[in-house]
């Protein structure tokens, strides 16, 4: 066989190559974009296994002083008690120690605080910081807390709640008394690895 007839063996070879290269590189491009067009195969599944907040509910618009915010701020692990802090607010409290205490390195990119609607007697506070020596107790509004719930998120339960709170002050992640604990720390270890603020 001549050289030349060897060059024409390998044209169709190379040829081939080269479509399997562009197919390799195209192919999942025009795939997504047919997924994105029909609406096929796209997931429809979220992985948090607490509640969602939605997009609007800010910590600002409770008018609670929580300083500082912003992209040095800590992560806010957020009790409110509009009413006193009664056996449920408590549990609440030591939830989001243990879940502040289980971030293990993490735990400098966030803090606890209780939100209080109503004031309490100074030997009940001193008794607070004794056993949460770590917690923030800081006012709250609660007209304004209601009403920010009423406007942003009407499904979610007012009153003695856990929240997560991000540094820009987005609320983020909701829990009641009634619900595991376990879940939301998940959920805050998941959003710690992904997120570069706080």
């Not at 066989?1 to 040829?15: F, I, R």
């Not at 500082?68 to 800590?74: E, Q, R």
């Not at 856990?162 to 939301?184: I, R, S, Y």
Request: hydrophobic share 45%; net charge negative; charged share 20%.
């Amino acid at each position: 066989m001549s050289s030349n007839e060897s060059g024409l063996a390998d044209k169709p070879k190379g040829q081939l190559k080269l479509l399997l290269i562009i197919a390799i590189v195209i192919g999942p491009m025009v795939a997504a974009w047919v997924m994105v067009k029909m609406d096929v195969g796209i997931p429809t599944t979220h992985t948090n296994r607490s509640t969602l907040v939605p997009d609007g509910v800010d910590v600002q618009d409770w008018t609670t002083a929580l300083e500082p915010l912003g992209y040095g701020a800590p992560w806010r692990l957020l009790v409110t008690a509009p009413e006193q802090c009664d056996e449920a607010c408590m549990d609440l409290v030591h939830r989001a120690r243990q879940i502040h205490v289980a971030l293990n390195r993490d735990a400098t990119r966030a803090q606890h605080v209780l939100l209080l609607g109503h004031a309490e007697e100074d030997a009940w506070l001193d008794e607070l910081k004794a056993e949460f020596p770590l917690v923030r107790v800081a006012t709250l509004d609660n007209t304004a807390y209601e009403q920010s719930l009423q406007q942003h998120a009407p499904e979610l339960p007012a009153g003695v709640q856990l929240w997560l709170v991000d540094p820009l002050g987005a609320v983020v992640l909701q829990q009641g008394p009634d619900d595991p604990g376990k879940q939301l720390l998940e959920d805050f270890k998941h959003l710690l690895k992904l997120s570069k603020v706080g």
